[in-house]
Nanobody, 119 residues
C-alpha cells in the first residue's frame, strides 16, 4: 500500500496550490482521507477530511473557506485545493487514511509534500 503526495511547491501569499494524494494497493473510497500539515515549531494539524460514507467534508478552523478537499474515485486520488495561501500555511502536507474522519487511528500515511508560501 502506498499513498504518494504531490503538488507542493513555492508560491506567493494569496496564490493557490493543488495537492494530490495518489493511492495504490487500497481503494480510497473505502476510507476517510485526511490531509495533515506539520508546520515548523508546531504540532501536527489536521487540515481537512473527506468521509468514505457520504463524502462529507470537515475542515480545520485555520483553513475553512480557503481549502477544499475532494476525491476522484476513478483516479483513486484525493486532492486538496488551497486558495488564498498565507505564509502561515508553510509546512509539510501529508495525507492519511482511516475508517472514519477524526477516528484517530490511521491505517496508512504518505511521506508528505512541502508547501512554502512567501510574503
Amino acid at each position: 500500500v502506498q499513498l504518494v503526495e504531490s503538488g507542493g511547491g513555492l508560491v506567493q501569499a494569496g496564490g493557490s496550490l493543488r495537492l494530490s494524494c495518489k493511492a495504490s494497493g487500497i481503494a480510497l473510497d473505502n476510507y476517510a482521507t485526511t490531509w495533515f500539515r506539520q508546520i515548523p515549531g508546531k504540532e501536527r494539524e489536521g487540515v481537512a477530511c473527506i468521509s468514505s460514507i457520504d463524502g462529507a467534508t470537515y475542515y480545520g478552523d485555520s483553513v475553512q473557506g480557503r481549502f477544499t478537499i475532494s476525491r476522484d474515485v476513478a483516479k483513486n486520488t484525493a486532492a486538496l485545493q488551497m486558495n488564498r495561501l498565507e505564509p502561515g500555511d508553510t509546512g509539510v502536507y501529508y495525507c492519511a487514511v482511516e475508517a472514519y474522519c477524526m477516528y484517530g487511528n490511521y491505517d496508512y500515511w504518505g511521506r508528505g509534500t512541502q508547501v512554502t508560501v512567501t510574503s
